[in-house]
């Protein structure tokens, strides 16, 4: 038998045909079931193995007509002659890749003195780890036939017929067959594709699965810039208010099942401002006569406002029947001064990263992601330079199969928003928490289920006795009565010191950034908190706010932004 020869011409690997004859004797098919704790699992059809004395190739049987066309056939294939292994994906699109990888780096399996007998084969146990796992595997030589299921486990000089990882995940045959008519040209294939290493190979494959919308790239956030205002129909334009410190654009979502997850991710660094920043990732909502785009259109005094009893006006804060306020997808806030002062900030010991990185789940708001929708991103600075982001939303699906799953009804209402994302325009701080409580009045329709608030809430107000500082019980009320109670703090902000080159450091070696604070950290993103309320009837109902705000001293007052929206589902 001659050896296995891949010739690669202009980066494809094209197999040869094989010279020598081979006996039809020589090759098996063995199926194999997949169990995990003991049940039977029906996401594949099992994995099935075509095998020789010299060569084998594997691959997950599946349906391929109610796959998602973006899924990659993938198929395994051995070389035990040349000791080499290769993954192989072919995309709908007619695109192959595949990467390749020597015996040498696959775990090395010990012999134990176990034995079984499986499908009437007499086979040895080897063992070995991957990652902290634990694999046994039992194989046999008496088929005369080599291959394994999982090659990723390790390569024995048999036809392996059982593996179970950490006690509980079984692959195990359940036949084995001759097979005629076949010879070794049948088990590699003709083209290989494009070599690619594993990590390359592996990204390919998953970003292929992935819908990543851009929303920003490297857009400035600063003051001073020019305010434009846009046309209904100008989709994918970045327009500018409140000084620029307001980024906004009108795009295109995909129409995705529901069981898709939706990531936000968001890349931001100093352009000149050394500040740690209140950030905010934010839809209007434009399901009511009025929206927050008519403050942003046509100044502040277009949203509808209410006087609070401390004399100040705040717009554009709460939900009425004609105006739904921003809904909040992310609360992140900009670390001090990390990229533009990096070079400028020597710490011993200290290594500064160039920019921050926020990734955050907001699965729960994907039925208000999808369509045409008006995106933006606000950050708080009065800095020529300010800030440069970049916004991304990435759709993953969560089945591999073609949702054959009816369709919910999603339910949605934004409740109110405090974050004051046109304070360069002069919209008002969350500063009515003193002597008052944050309240709107809403209808609940009927036939609502499963409702639950998502809430996000910090608190602000930079000085020793400044509610950024102190921790402060936040109340919700429904209808009069406290709905849920907590506090938001977070005290490991100093985890995240390599983000801040420009803070400040105390006399006893305690830098700014790392001050514990009301539920966010600089360089972090906010985690909402989420409450059900699945016993709220239809009708109307009112909720509250309260957080007792401490007292302004000087010129130096404390806020609280909060957000909250309800989400729940038609019966």
Same mark, same amino acid.
């Given at each position: ?15 040869p ?13 063995? *199926?194999? =079931? ?32 109610r ?14 002659i040349?000791?080499?292994t ?8 007619g ?5 390749s990888s ?8 010990t012999?134990?003195?176990?034995t079984?007998?499986? +499908?009437?084969?007499?086979c ?8 902290s796992?634990?694999i ?7 088929? #005369?036939?080599k ?6 486990y390790?390569v024995?000089?048999g ?8 006690g ?6 359940t036949?084995v067959k001759?097979?005629?008519?076949m ?8 083209? @290989? ?18 819908? $990543? ?8 956030? %600063?003051f001073?810039?020019?305010?434009e205002?846009?046309?209904? $129909? ?12 307001i ?14 997850? +939706?990531?936000?991710? +968001? ?12 950030? %905010?990732?934010?839809?209007i ?9 008519d403050?942003?259109?046509?100044g502040i ?5 209410? @006087?609070?009893?401390n004399g ?11 105006? *739904?306020? +921003? ?16 070079d400028?900030?020597t ?7 160039? *920019?921050?990185? !926020?990734? =955050?789940e907001?699965?729960?708001?994907l039925?208000l ?9 606000f950050?708080?600075?009065?800095? /020529?330079g300010?800030?440069?982001i970049t916004?991304?939303? /990435?759709?993953?699906? #969560?089945?591999?199969?073609? $949702? ?7 339910w ?8 004051n ?5 002069? =919209?008002? !701080?969350g ?15 009927? #036939?609502?289920?499963?409702?639950r @608030?998502?809430?996000?809430t910090?608190?602000h ?9 102190? =921790? ?33 450091n105390f006399?006893?070696g305690?830098?700014? %950034?790392?001050?514990?604070? *009301? ?15 699945? %016993?709220? $009837?239809?009708?109307?109902h009112k ?13 130096s007052f ?6 909250g ?5 038609y019966?």
């Open positions: 038998m001659k050896k296995l020869s891949f010739i690669l011409i202009l980066n494809v690997f094209i197999v045909n094989f010279a020598a004859p081979q006996k039809f004797s020589d090759f098996m098919s063995v *199926s194999y =079931q997949t169990r995990v704790n003991g049940k039977t699992s029906t996401e594949d059809a099992g994995i099935k193995v075509i095998c020789s004395p010299y060569t084998s190739k594997s691959w997950i049987s599946r349906d391929t007509a796959l998602l066309p973006t899924i990659a056939s993938e198929t395994s294939y051995i070389d035990f040349q000791k080499m290769f993954q192989v994906a072919r995309f709908r699109n695109s192959i890749i595949h990467t020597p015996f040498s780096e696959y775990p090395i399996l012999e134990t003195n176990e079984a007998v499986i +499908l009437g084969y007499n040895k146990k080897v063992r070995t780890t991957l990652r796992n634990a046994d595997l039992w194989y046999t030589t008496e088929t #005369g036939v291959g394994t299921p999982a090659m990723a390790g024995p000089e036809l392996v017929l059982k593996i179970v990882r950490n509980n995940f079984e692959l195990i045959a036949e001759l097979l005629k008519k010879g070794m040209e049948q088990i590699f294939p003709l083209q @290989m594709g494009v070599s690619l290493d594993l990590p390359q190979y592996r990204h390919r494959i998953t970003q292929n699965l992935i819908t $990543s919308v851009p929303i920003f790239s490297n857009e400035q956030i %600063s001073g810039n020019k305010i205002n846009p046309a209904d $129909s100008a989709d994918q334009k970045t327009f500018r208010y409140a000084s620029g410190t980024l906004l654009k009108k795009v295109k979502l995909p129409v995705v099942p529901e069981e898709t997850q +939706l990531f936000a991710e +968001l890349y931001q660094h100093s352009n000149g401002d050394a500040y740690d920043r209140t950030g %905010s990732v934010f839809m909502p434009m399901d009511k006569e009025r929206s927050f785009l403050g942003m259109k046509n005094g277009a949203l509808p406002s209410f @006087m609070a009893k100040k006006t705040y717009q554009g804060v709460t939900a009425s029947e004609h105006f *739904s306020p +921003l809904v909040e997808m992310v609360r992140f806030f900009t670390p001090f001064g990390i990229g533009q002062f990096n400028k900030v710490v011993y010991g200290q290594r500064w990263e160039d *920019s921050t990185y !926020y990734k =955050q907001i699965t729960e708001l039925p992601l999808q369509g045409e929708k008006w995106i933006g991103v950050i708080g600075n009065y800095d /020529k300010g800030h440069r916004l991304t939303l /990435k759709y993953y699906p #969560g089945s591999k199969e073609i $949702s054959q799953k009816p369709v919910k009804k999603y949605s209402m934004p409740l109110f928003n405090t974050l994302v046109m304070e360069m325009a002069g =919209q008002e !701080y500063t009515l928490f003193d002597n008052d409580s944050l309240s709107t009045e809403i209808n609940i329709p009927k #036939g609502v289920k499963n409702i @608030m998502r809430y996000i910090t608190g107000g930079g000085w020793d006795e400044g509610d950024e500082y102190n =921790q402060k019980v936040n109340t919700i009320l429904l209808d009069g009565k406290v709905l849920f109670q907590f506090t938001p703090w977070r005290c490991d902000c100093g985890t995240y010191r390599k983000f801040n080159p420009a803070s400040g006399w006893n305690v830098t700014s %950034s790392d001050g514990s604070r *009301s539920g966010w950290c600089p360089g972090t993103a906010t985690n909402p908190v989420y409450f059900p309320i699945y %016993s709220l $009837s239809a009708g109307n909720f509250s706010v309260t957080i007792p705000i401490g007292s302004n001293e000087g010129g404390s806020s609280w932004n909060v957000s929206i309800l989400l729940g589902e019966e």
